[in-house]
C-alpha cells in the first residue's frame, strides 16, 4: 500500500511558477509509474502528465505542454510537478496517482492504484 502526500499548492498570479511536490511511503517507489491529475469542482479529473518508474519517459497534456514538467527522485521517493507561466484555467485541485507497472506511463485515471489527498493550486488574473 502506497501513501501519496501533495504539496506545494498556493496561490499566484498569471504568469508565475509553483512546484508541486509527491511525497510517497509504504512502497517501492521505483517500481511505481507517477501521474499528476487536476479537477477543478464540477468537472472531471484530468489527466495533466505521466512519468515512468525510471523516470526515462514523461508524457505531458497538451494544455500544458511546454509550461509544465514532470520529474522525480526515486532516492527521495518524490515526484514533482514544475509549473511555469501559469493561466487562471490552471486553477484545479492537484494530485498525484501511483500504478506499479513496469509499463512506460499511464494516462487514464483508473490505470491508477493510489491517489494522494490533493493540494490547491489557484492563478489569479
Known amino acids: 500500500q502506497v501513501q501519496l502526500v501533495e504539496s506545494g499548492g498556493g496561490l499566484v498570479q498569471a504568469g508565475g511558477s509553483l512546484r508541486l511536490s509527491c511525497a510517497a511511503s509504504?512502497?517501492?517507489?521505483?517500481?511505481?509509474?507517477m501521474g499528476w491529475f487536476r479537477q477543478d469542482p464540477g468537472k472531471e479529473r484530468e489527466f495533466v502528465a505521466t512519468?515512468?518508474?525510471?523516470?526515462?519517459?514523461?508524457y505531458v497534456a497538451d494544455s500544458v505542454k511546454g509550461r509544465f514538467t514532470i520529474s522525480r527522485d526515486n532516492a527521495k521517493n518524490t515526484a514533482y510537478l514544475e509549473m511555469n507561466s501559469l493561466k487562471p484555467e490552471d486553477t484545479a485541485v492537484y494530485y498525484c496517482?501511483?500504478?506499479?507497472?513496469?509499463?512506460?506511463?499511464?494516462?487514464?485515471?483508473?490505470?491508477?492504484?493510489?491517489w494522494g489527498r490533493g493540494t490547491q493550486v489557484t492563478v489569479s488574473s
Open positions: 496517482a501511483a500504478k506499479a507497472s513496469f509499463r512506460t506511463m499511464f494516462t487514464t485515471r483508473d490505470d491508477y492504484q493510489f
Open positions: 509504504g512502497g517501492t517507489f521505483r517500481l511505481y509509474v
Open positions: 512519468i515512468s518508474a525510471s523516470g526515462g519517459t514523461t
